[in-house]
């Protein structure tokens, strides 16, 4: 199981929401970069950073974040937010991310998430599926997506994407636990991808409990500011690749 600390950011600083609502933002550092190092020094070899204006605004915006910290760390990072053509994926990857992290395009134009996972390959994208209640939301969880996701993961194998993540907004930083009923649902209808939780993580248990239903990663970023959860506690557990 793989440990992937996050890092949300707005107006170039590390925050996070609750319930995806952008009147809900904590501002936990204003170094994106010094918060990256620390996870790298615990032991720490994944990141997932969202650039929630980007999300909001439907283009990139905060991309020098991703470059900074992958020209000064060796931290693999995946990138997502706003990402909508071609040009923006290859220059996610220029930036140094090694992997871009694509949510609504995938909802709305899976024509062209196709075409990308032509070009570059299905182990270079992370597919986001973030629900309430069972749908799919977009535009950082803004808009509906107008599908449920068991057909929307169908969808993404169909395109042969395995690598998705689950967020449940519900629980997305509410410090209350992760959604264990939804995502043996998810790979009991589709056991063949790779899930990643995403959302509600609170305590080393919660990881535990993941790890054995069958997930293969954890996206972990309130608990980890808050101090519910020691990251260096997190990297010493057998759970990473």
Request: charged share 20%.
């Amino acid at each position: 199981m793989t440990i992937i600390p996050a890092i949300d950011i707005i107006n170039g600083q590390c925050v996070r929401l609750t319930h995806g609502d952008y009147a809900q933002q904590k501002v936990y550092n204003n170094n994106p970069l010094e918060v990256a190092k620390q996870f790298e020094e615990a032991g720490i070899t994944r990141l997932h950073i969202v650039d929630l204006d980007g999300a909001k605004a439907g283009t990139i915006i905060n991309l020098k974040v991703a470059e900074n910290i992958a020209s000064q760390t060796k931290l693999v990072i995946d990138f997502g937010g706003g990402i909508k053509k071609l040009a923006d994926v290859e220059s996610v990857f220029n930036a140094g991310a090694s992997i871009a992290t694509i949510g609504s395009m995938a909802v709305k134009h899976p024509e062209l998430l196709e075409e990308w996972l032509l070009e570059f390959g299905a182990d270079k994208f992370l597919i986001g599926a973030d629900v309430l209640d069972e749908k799919i939301k977009i535009s950082g969880w803004l808009e509906d997506g107008g599908i449920n996701i068991f057909d929307f993961i169908g969808k993404m194998i169909g395109l042969g994407v395995t690598n998705i993540f689950c967020t449940d907004i519900s629980k997305d930083g509410a410090m209350k636990g992760p959604s264990i009923d939804l995502y043996k649902n998810i790979m009991a209808e589709h056991p063949e991808i790779s899930l990643i939780a995403s959302g509600g993580v609170t305590t080393i248990d919660d990881v535990h409990q993941l790890k054995e239903i069958g997930c293969t990663g954890a996206i972990i970023g309130k608990a980890i500011y808050e101090g519910t959860i020691d990251v260096k506690e997190l990297a010493t557990l057998n759970l990473k690749p």
